[in-house]
């Protein structure tokens, strides 16, 4: 079955780095388009990055561009979000999630996440 | 962007009665290939967000068929023929057409 497991989330100070990692088993990996959607404290989903299958294209949204870099490993099965220059903003628990396809389409499974926390 | 809007934002139901989502596009969600692209997913309390249905109305492995959804265009719903009380927390669309994705705001459905 279809397993995604993030990890590398915490605390971290305002203007710090953290890259999230999220484990994939159960499925070819590098067949699939993957993203990273994130929660809030109490608010709802908000869509963060995906990344097609042969890594050819990626995709952000505004408030993160240039701060935030999605990539993956598919020697390793491995999905990564690189956040540079973190903003309390930022603060929430981050959902890796596998697409349906090999480009952006739609979110089939998702991992548990991952909390990341951003003190001023 | 395309932004989503959902309504209601609060739905207390009934055990074996119907409940009805609605959810509208800012932007025509039809691809030229004849697809509608709206996605349905539901958040249970504590758990992570699952897929019910996609693109508007073909339900996710799994989705018992009494979940149903429909649409075309910018007007999307998603009913529920009879609650049942696995069916309660947040439901969310989502549009794929394009980049940015964006959820609407989400709609709770709790147990009257």
């Known amino acids: 079955q279809v397993q995604l497991v993030e990890s590398g989330g915490g605390v971290v100070q305002s203007g710090r780095s953290l890259r999230l990692s999220c484990a994939a088993s159960g499925f070819t990996f590098s067949s699939y388009g993957m993203h990273w959607v994130r929660q809030a404290p109490g608010k709802g989903l908000e869509w963060v990055a995906s990344i097609s299958h042969d890594e050819s294209s990626k995709y952000y949204v505004d408030s993160v561009k240039g701060r935030f870099t999605i990539s993956r490993d598919n020697s390793k099965n491995t999905l990564y979000l690189q956040m540079n220059s973190l903003r309390a903003e930022d603060t929430a628990v981050y959902y890796c999630?596998?697409?349906?396809?090999?480009?952006?389409?739609?979110?089939?499974?998702w991992g548990q996440g991952t909390q990341v926390t951003v003190s001023s | 962007d395309i932004v989503m809007t959902q309504s209601p934002l609060s739905l207390p139901v009934i055990p074996g009665e119907p409940a009805s989502i609605s959810c509208r596009s800012s932007q025509s969600l039809l691809h030229s290939n004849g697809y509608n692209y709206l996605d349905w997913y539901l958040q249970k309390p504590g758990q992570s967000p699952q897929l019910l249905m996609y693109?508007?109305?073909i339900r996710a492995p799994g989705v018992p068929d009494r979940i149903s959804g429909s649409g075309s265009g910018t007007d999307f719903t998603l009913k529920i023929s009879r609650v049942e009380a696995e069916d309660v927390g947040v439901y969310y669309c989502m549009q794929a057409l394009q980049t940015p994705l964006t959820f609407g705001g989400g709609t709770k459905v709790e147990i009257k």
């Open positions: 693109v508007a109305s």
């Open positions: 999630a596998k697409d349906r396809r090999a480009a952006v389409s739609d979110l089939d499974h």
